[in-house]
C-alpha cells in the first residue's frame, strides 16, 4: 500500500532565476547556523554558514540571511541551475557548545525547471 | 581526504538477523554522529560521540540498537534483532567541536 512520507515544502524555479529558501529556527540561543544540501541517495552537504553576530554571508551563488529577532534563515541562490535540484536543510547549534548537537530542520524540496 | 566512509552502501537482511554499520570519520574530528533517516521521520539523531565517548544515546530507538566507537578512526551501529521498521538509510557524520558536520554517504538499510 501506499506509504505516508514526510511531506516535504517544495519550490520549484525556473532555470536561471533566483531561489529563496526559508527556515524558522527553533532556539533562541542558538549561535550557528548551517546550510545543507542532500542530492537523491546522497549524504547532506555543507554549503554555507553564519554565525549569529552576521545577518548575512556570501559564498559561490550563495547567500545567507539571518533575522535573529524573528528567527529565521533563508537561503538564496542565484542563478538556479538544474544541478541545484536537491533538498535543502537548515540546521542550527550554539558555536562551540561542548556536545556539538545539530538541530535539523524537516527540510525544503527545491525543483529546477530547464 | 577521502571524507567520512561509511560500509556497507547497501544491506538487505532478513527479519531477526544481526546487522552491523560502519563508519570512519575524518582524520581529526573528535565528534562522531550516526542519524537514521526516513521519510517518515526525516533526519534523526540516534547517538553521537565526542572523542570516543559516547555523549547522548537518547535517540536510540531501544535496546536492540547499540553502537560503539573503539578508537578515532572507527565506529559501528549494531542491530540485533533486525525488524523491518528498522529499514532506513543511516547516515554516519564527523566533525570538530564545534563546527559543522561532514556526512557520509549513508548505508541503505532493507529489512525484508
Known amino acids: 500500500g501506499e506509504s505516508v512520507g514526510l511531506h516535504l515544502p517544495t519550490l520549484s524555479v525556473q532555470e536561471g532565476d533566483n531561489s529563496i529558501i526559508n527556515c524558522a529556527y527553533s532556539n533562541s540561543a542558538s549561535d550557528y547556523f548551517i546550510w545543507y544540501k542532500q542530492e537523491s541517495g546522497k549524504g547532506p552537504q555543507f554549503i554555507i554558514d553564519?554565525?549569529?553576530?552576521?545577518d548575512k554571508r556570501q559564498g559561490q551563488r550563495v547567500t545567507v540571511l539571518l533575522n535573529k529577532t524573528v528567527k529565521h534563515l533563508s537561503l538564496q541562490i542565484a542563478a538556479t541551475q538544474p544541478g541545484d535540484s536537491a533538498v535543502y536543510f537548515c540546521?542550527?547549534?550554539?558555536?562551540?557548545?561542548?556536545?556539538?548537537?545539530?538541530?535539523f530542520g524537516k527540510g525544503t524540496k527545491l525543483s529546477v525547471k530547464p | 581526504d577521502a571524507g567520512v566512509i561509511q560500509s556497507p552502501r547497501h544491506e538487505v537482511t532478513e527479519m531477526g538477523q544481526e546487522v552491523t554499520l560502519r563508519c570512519k570519520p575524518i582524520s581529526g574530528h573528535n565528534s562522531l554522529f550516526w542519524y537514521r533517516q526516513t521519510m517518515m521521520r526525516g533526519l534523526e539523531l540516534l547517538i553521537y560521540f565526542n572523542n570516543n565517548v559516547p555523549i547522548d544515546d537518547s535517540g536510540m530507538p531501544e535496546d536492540r540498537f547499540s553502537a560503539k566507537m573503539p578508537n578515532a578512526s572507527f565506529s559501528t551501529l549494531k542491530i540485533q534483532p533486525s525488524e523491518p521498521r528498522d529499514s532506513a538509510v543511516y547516515f554516519c557524520?564527523?566533525?570538530?567541536?564545534?563546527?559543522?558536520?561532514?556526512f557520509g554517504s549513508g548505508t541503505r538499510l532493507t529489512v525484508v
Open positions: 553564519i554565525r549569529s553576530n552576521m
Open positions: 557524520a564527523s566533525s570538530l567541536s564545534g563546527g559543522g558536520y561532514t
Open positions: 540546521a542550527e547549534n550554539k558555536w562551540g557548545g561542548s556536545q556539538g548537537n545539530l538541530i
